[in-house]
T-cell receptor
Framework: RKEVEQDPGPFNVPEGATVAFNCTYSNSASQSFFWYRQDCRKEPKLLMSVYSSGNEDGRFTAQLNRASQYISLLIRDSKLSDSATYLCVVNGNTGFQKLVFGTGTRLLVSP | GAVVSQHPSWVICKSGTSVKIECRSLDFQATTMFWYRQFPKQSLMLMATSNEGSKATYEQGVEKDKFLINHASLTLSTLTVTSAHPEDSSFYIC?????????????FGPGTRLTVL
């Protein structure tokens, strides 16, 4: 079983739609969780950290369910510029532990 | 702030040659740098973790004699792919982390695309 699993997609949605991605992780001791965005042939960029209480940044909302070991990302009012691959990333214990990346979920927003 | 650069951004080389990739933290001191590799349509995979002034820690399955890592200063780490072969063709990305309040934050370089002919 992969440490971090994501549906690869692609998710094809029209502009303005709401789309949600889920991710599951296998290490119950994981402490830190992130969503990264990666554009084609570019490096990943941090979109947001994910906290137990959930957090929101503009059109993006992230949720963490520790009991079920899954993380979600909700994008409201999708823009064309949201088209990218969204990577679910999990860290082990706090500190400089390795980041474990999911394979990503590809989002395509069309006009 | 927290800018990480990589050089070169892309390289094409012949099989059997060695290629050096540089990773620099431009505006902060990176106590730890990470090297990742990403094959097409796959996730980033950590290759090794390096701390300034000490030997790198390699992930299982990564040959330390083939992927030489040097972290000589707090702003520079290098990855040398020795005797490169076509199967080493990949997207190599470094990241840098610093001690302080954002200990879980890694800042990624733009990546180096290596093609071995």
């Amino acid at each position: 079983r992969k440490e971090v699993e994501q549906d690869p997609g692609p998710f094809n949605v029209p502009e303005g739609a709401t789309v949600a991605f889920n991710c599951t992780y296998s290490n119950s001791a994981s402490q830190s969780f992130f969503w990264y965005r990666q554009d084609c042939r570019k490096e990943p960029k941090l979109l947001m950290s994910v906290y137990s209480s959930g957090n929101e940044d503009g059109r993006f909302t992230a949720q963490l369910n520790r009991a079920s070991q899954y993380i979600s990302l909700l994008i409201r009012d999708s823009k064309l510029s949201d088209s990218a691959t969204y990577l679910c990333v999990v860290n082990g214990n706090t500190g400089f532990q390795k980041l474990v990346f999911g394979t990503g979920t590809r989002l395509l927003v069309s006009p | 702030g927290a800018v990480v650069s990589q050089h070169p951004s892309w390289v094409i080389c012949k099989s059997g040659t060695s290629v050096k990739i540089e990773c620099r933290s431009l505006d902060f001191q990176a106590t730890t740098m990470f090297w990742y590799r990403q094959f097409p349509k796959q996730s980033l995979m950590l290759m090794a973790t390096s701390n300034e002034g000490s030997k790198a820690t390699y992930e299982q399955g990564v040959e330390k004699d083939k992927f030489l890592i040097n972290h000589a200063s707090l702003t520079l780490s290098t990855l040398t792919v020795t005797s490169a072969h076509p199967e080493d063709s990949s997207f190599y990305i470094c990241s840098a982390a610093t001690s302080g309040r954002d200990t879980d934050t890694q800042y990624f370089g733009p990546g180096t695309r290596l093609t071995v002919l």
